[in-house]
């Protein structure tokens, strides 16, 4: 049997999508040899890895807007638009994330992080828990909204930057067969305006390579979604992704989120043939 891939893209709270894909996975106890997660999709990995169906959802429908880990209600407390913090720190707690469980998981996973030093994506694993926690806080830091994660003496923010969607990585270690989770429909991209880019040049002055690489991520981006297209046309991947319109990164309609969820749960079930006929 072949090595087959599971690569999440993230999107901010567009990761409710792939919450939805991986619970169906749980559910029809679908597993798979290697697991990248970026930005959101490193805190689905979390959730896969370790087995814990339900998860992320209850982290990103949170009712109470004041305990939200993210939003004007929260900042009243944390003093931060994204507070990562209690993400990864207070939810766990809270909802019970098992990481016992989530480092003794067989399967090898990787999160991917920017250093802004170099502009570079760099992969990261642990078994020690709270390096993970620390790699998972990277991989989701949005520039601009949550400082950068000292890591190892570096410091690091959204690995979205600088490889949004890992499938090159992927290739390179082996695996022959991906399944691509996307959280954007089919023909949306991300895109930088000049407005932005002008916050950014003053925000990043001192890490310049970190600030070329979010100019031309829009490009990279597209070029990554051909890539994945290519393989899927040549039977090597397969990709899901919404076909109804997606959730904005920091959505805070809880009917919206949960409709995105079951969506992402509905078009996982269309793919489960498939996927293990890719795993054959």
Same mark, same amino acid.
């Given at each position: ?179 691509v989770i996307l959280t954007r429909k089919k023909g949306n991209y991300s ?12 925000? /990043?002055? &001192?890490?310049?390579? !970190?600030?070329?690489? #979010?100019?031309?991520?829009? %490009? ?44 992402? /749960?509905? &078009?996982?079930?269309? !793919?489960?043939?498939? #996927?293990?006929?890719?795993? %054959?």
């Amino acid at each position: 049997m072949g090595k087959v891939a599971l690569v999440l893209e993230g999107g901010g709270l567009r990761g409710i999508f792939t919450a939805g894909v991986t619970d169906c996975f749980m559910d029809h106890d679908l597993d798979f040899d290697y697991v990248c997660g970026v930005s959101a999709g490193a805190c689905n990995t979390f959730a896969f890895v370790g087995k814990q169906r339900g998860y992320l959802r209850k982290c990103l429908t949170q009712k109470n807007r004041f305990k939200s880990f993210y939003g004007v209600p929260q900042m009243i407390e944390s003093r931060r638009f994204v507070d990562l913090d209690k993400l990864f720190y207070e939810y766990t707690e809270e909802f019970g994330f098992d990481f016992e469980k989530f480092t003794k998981a067989p399967v090898k996973w990787e999160m991917v992080v920017s250093n802004i030093e170099t502009g570079k994506a760099e992969y990261m694993s642990s078994t020690d828990i709270e390096q993970c926690k620390k790699i998972g806080c990277a991989s989701c830091a949005i520039p601009g909204l949550v400082p950068p994660v000292e890591i190892n003496g570096q410091l690091y923010l959204d690995g979205g930057i600088c490889d949004s969607i890992p499938i090159l990585h992927t290739l390179e270690q082996g695996y022959d067969k991906t399944v691509v989770i996307l959280t954007r429909k089919k023909g949306n991209y991300s895109r930088i305006t000049e407005g932005q880019k002008l916050i950014f040049s003053r925000l /990043f002055a &001192k890490y310049p390579k !970190f600030y070329d690489a #979010i100019c031309k991520r829009s %490009e990279l981006y597209r070029e990554q979604v051909k890539i994945c297209e290519e393989l899927e046309r040549e039977g090597k991947a397969l990709i899901i992704r919404p076909t109804m319109q997606e959730v904005s990164r920091l959505e805070s309609d809880e009917d919206a989120l949960s409709m995105s969820y079951y969506h992402g /749960f509905t &078009k996982a079930k269309e !793919f489960l043939n498939q #996927i293990r006929e890719l795993k %054959e």
